[in-house]
């Protein structure tokens, strides 16, 4: 397979990229785009199964466009993560380095503690039929944005979400009001966001819809409506978006029935996240994460260490114990509020978190004068970017603040490779370590070593 999880074949020399097929398959397949240099095409019948093939024992795959590896054997998704990301690095990262075996997570059914299930017009199933529902809440399949799939399970996260997701649908479908339509700006329901702590104790949910005159009421109406026949849900957040883009994100916060946060265990550390603010979708192996993290910094409880893109702090509240100071950078502010209350919370008084532009404040430092926190001096820099990896300007300044030792957390393969290599002038890459954050996809998150 390929970055995106597509399998690979040849057709007269000329690379064609089959949907949804698996290494050591022979399929007939139709071509649905032709590029001078590859092609891409969609498979009609299974010639010869691959031996990599396990059923996937889920009714929605192939359609909803959640898990694309859920026919694949876990071990082989395992090995091809660690392939896809060593064969990136040399080809996009210009970077020869041995990659460990992926990490597995700690579960691999049920693992996502965060669901984002879409209001929209039912898409069509493997037969070609639709719901004749005037919309429902469910998956965005590839290819098709503006629908959605009502699943009834998923092998993906808790059985607890879907039965709410199920609820919700009803009473929506009910209500009289339509499915919002980002081509014409009209309809009230956008999106259901789910989220639940480590270990799971309950849920957060968060509405998001158009803006109405009675849109606070509609909330309170809702979560009674949850709390008789959805009673695991122990806070709603319901949030309008004006904005056409079909994002899961509330602009403004209408109406709040409980705490409206999370409460995330890992090991001693005791992470809490509001509805607005990131965190890793998949608890357990964000602990993998922060032990490779922790490894690959080395601290001995003297050094400065950076977190850049710092979120709610995980990664540097984690490290924190072994470092003399910490400061963490983040653009969002409700993440970098979550962040100082972990830090109070965890009792981590070494941990300094700063809201804004990550270069504007790192100038800033440079020029700081206090001799109590030198954040001018970093020993290790830690930063996780978004899956569109860093931006030029922070490229710069790390090549002009020369840290002698990087670790960067990435869930874009290809974009770490690029960051990889525009930081090659001053750095080289010792480790690099896959994580399987996202079991049953093709997606990955890696974690590098760099050092001065």
């Not at 299974?46 to 093939?53: R, V, Y």
């Not at 409880?301 to 100071?325: C, F, K, M, N, P």
Request: glycine share 8%; hydrophobic share 40%; charged share 20%.
């Amino acid at each position: 397979p390929v970055l995106g999880g597509h399998g690979l074949g040849r057709l007269n020399g000329m690379a064609v990229f089959v949907e949804g097929s698996l290494p050591g398959q022979r399929v007939q397949a139709r071509i649905t785009a032709l590029k001078p240099r590859h092609a891409w095409a969609e498979p009609l019948e299974i010639l010869e199964q691959s031996p990599d093939f396990t059923p996937p024992g889920c009714p929605h795959f192939g359609l909803c466009g959640g898990c694309d590896w859920l026919h694949m054997r876990y071990d082989q998704q395992l090995f091809w993560k660690r392939e896809l990301v060593g064969e990136t690095l040399r080809h996009l990262g210009q970077a020869e380095v041995e990659v460990a075996a992926t990490i597995p997570s700690p579960i691999t059914d049920g693992y996502r503690n965060k669901m984002e299930f879409a209001f929209a017009p039912p898409a069509a199933d493997a037969a070609g039929q639709a719901s004749t529902a005037p919309f429902v809440l469910g998956l965005r399949p590839c290819g098709q944005a503006m629908r959605a799939v009502a699943v009834d399970s998923c092998r993906l996260c808790p059985t607890e979400m879907i039965h709410v997701r199920q609820v919700v649908e009803q009473w929506a479908v009910n209500s009289g009001l339509a499915a919002y339509d980002p081509e014409t700006g009209q309809g009230f329901w956008r999106h259901l966001v789910l989220r639940t702590g480590h270990p799971s104790a309950g849920m957060l949910a968060v509405l998001i819809t158009a803006p109405h005159a009675r849109a606070s009421s509609i909330g309170q109406k809702l979560a009674e409506h949850m709390q008789a026949h959805a009673p695991q849900v122990y806070s709603l957040v319901h949030a309008t978006r004006k904005s056409r883009t079909l994002f899961a994100q509330g602009e403004r916060t209408v109406f709040t029935l409980g705490a409206g946060r999370t409460t995330h265990h890992l090991d001693s550390l005791k992470l809490v996240v509001s509805s607005q603010s990131f965190f890793q979708s998949n608890t357990p192996a964000a602990k993998e994460i922060y032990a490779v993290a922790r490894d690959f910094a080395a601290l001995s409880d003297r050094e400065t260490l950076w977190d850049l893109y710092s979120g709610v702090g995980g990664i540097a509240l984690s490290l924190a114990g072994q470092a003399g100071r910490v400061l963490g950078l983040e653009n969002v502010p409700s993440a970098v509020r979550d962040a100082k209350a972990n830090a109070r919370r965890n009792k981590l008084a070494q941990c300094r978190f700063v809201a804004g532009d990550a270069v504007e404040i790192m100038d800033q430092l440079e020029h700081e004068d206090t001799t109590k926190f030198d954040p001018a001096r970093p020993d290790v820099i830690v930063a996780d970017p978004p899956r569109g990896g860093m931006s030029p300007k922070v490229i710069a300044k790390l090549l002009s603040i020369k840290a002698p030792k990087l670790i960067l957390v990435s869930c874009n393969p290809a974009t770490q490779a690029r960051d990889i290599k525009l930081l090659s002038p001053e750095y080289t890459v010792n480790r690099v370590q896959p994580v399987d954050m996202f079991p049953h996809t093709s997606h990955i998150e890696c974690v590098a070593e760099l050092v001065a």
